[in-house]
């Protein structure tokens, strides 16, 4: 095991997630500080909701290559030789979780971040693309639906976590059964706010990429 390989990666992971590209954006393009503006966020819902389709559009397209480059960062330790296959899983798992910690306190930004949803759907892409992809599409269909991406979010992580207790997409890894229930359990959490003024009737709603205003 190499440690100069796996904690320069590590610390890689974290950096890639703490590229503020909401904040980034909105500096360079509209002149504004995105966390001062809509929800507070520096993350692509309130990129979409405060800036619009495009922008938020490729915030979004930028945070979950983050996350999904840092998760990948893993595998570059295996090819190194730093880590053995049997430790893969773990290190993609601790590569991801550094870039979500990044997004959410980013150093190039003050640590003031955002809630880090788009970088865990990156993370998981690397994981497990095809249990993603049917949860891309719980997403989608919710959103096309009630247009808020904070229930959209919710119900696509608690389809991770149940759809990993199916035999068509349960792990070989029981490790990353448990991680869905937990990953899914800390979606709701950040999102507390978001389900208060859901069931106050308050929340937000974000304009559709694919639907002309």
Known sequence: MN???????????????????ALWVGQRFFGLDIREHG????????????????????VMAIDVLKGWAAT???????????ITPGQLLYFQLACGILAIVGHIYPVFAGFRGGKGVATVLGMMLAIAPAT???CVLVFLAVLATTQ????????AGVAFALLQLLPAFRPQNPLLVWFGFVLAALLV????????RLRAGTESRVPLPWKRK
């Open 148 to 155: 808020y991406v904070s229930l959209s979010s919710m119900s």
């Open 39 to 58: 929800s507070g966020n520096a993350g692509a819902t309130n990129t979409f909701r405060v800036l619009g389709k495009k922008p938020g559009s490729f």
């Open 3 to 21: 440690l100069a390989i796996i904690f320069g990666l590590l610390l890689a992971a974290y950096l890639l997630g703490s590229i503020p590209t």
């Open 189 to 196: 959490y950040t999102h507390r706010a978001n389900i208060g």
């Open 72 to 82: 990948s960062l893993a595998q570059v330790m295996l090819n190194q030789g730093a």
């Open 132 to 134: 993603v992809g049917v």
